[in-house]
């Protein structure tokens, strides 16, 4: 399977608490959560549900994944829409070494050899194994190297706070943009392929 991502990202590149901060990161000082709510156009969403829709499996943090759990896996007027449908009818794994016995349907915890467990499931069968949302776990599945494609909605907000995507001290890469649009509400769409690592003037 092909491992695609899709996040939602400040301009300064913040992910943390996009629809909502949880009393976790509260009691850790985050305090300006859901800022990607009602962001995007309905054209924006449609693209989203799409890329749902498509998947054959999907791949989660522990935070992410029980904040889905909530929602989607649990509320039935979540589970109605077709975002909760594709979600719910498909293979779940979620990367935890603190997670034992997960609630929502058709989920596998991934608590051993992470590397070895998500190379395994892109070797399986299947076109398309994303991840959504899930900051932490996408910072190391790209210095890992496991990332074949990455969906970026950039909001047109800057927060002052919260973990950012890419670190100050994080690992050189480069990306070929494959797909790029703006809708009309300034959320930008944009979809990149790695490509190995930048190019840099000679030192003398």
Known sequence: M???TMTQITLHGVTQGNGEATDEERREGFVRGGWARGAGDDETRAFITRTYQRADAFLFGR???ELFAGSWGTAPEFGAHPIGAALNSAPKYVASTTLTEPEWKNTTV???DFVAAVQALKAGPGGELQVHGSGI???SLLEKGLVDEMTLLVIP???GQGRRLFPDAGPDLAFDLVDSRIDSKGVAIQVFRPNGRPRYQ???
Do not use: I
């Open 2 to 4: 092909k491992l695609t």
């Open 63 to 65: 935070r992410t994944y």
């Open 110 to 112: 991934l608590s051993g």
């Open 137 to 139: 776990l996408v910072r």
């Open 157 to 159: 907000v800057v927060l």
């Open 202 to 204: 000679p030192t003398r």
